[in-house]
């Protein structure tokens, strides 16, 4: 799923302008994330939720030398698809 695929679905669904759908696209993503940043989850009810997990620094190894090499502790997202999404696919 792509912007431009929201976009359109926006844009047919209430018969706007693509300038429109764009922004409304851009919106809703943008609101996503800054919830994810300020409450660590997400939920759209019947589709799933979206959470901020932190990963720990490691040691890996880089496939193409074997050398070892150092990764940072960061953050990542997960995905949990609700019961509901996963009898419908």
């Known amino acids: 799923m792509s912007k431009a695929f929201i976009a359109a679905v926006i844009q ?3 018969n706007c302008t693509g300038v429109a759908s764009n922004k409304a696209a851009e919106d809703l993503i943008g609101a996503i994330v800054s919830e994810l940043k300020k409450e660590g989850r997400f939920t759209l009810p019947s589709f799933g939720t979206f ?3 932190k990963t720990k ?3 890996a190894l880089n496939p193409r030398t074997q050398e070892p090499v150092k990764v940072k502790a960061g953050k ?3 995905f949990k698809a609700s019961p509901n999404l996963k ?3």
């Open 12 to 14: 047919d669904s209430i």
């Open 76 to 78: 990542t997202v997960r």
């Open 57 to 59: 620094a490691r040691k």
């Open 51 to 53: 959470t901020v997990h």
């Open 87 to 89: 009898k419908a696919v």
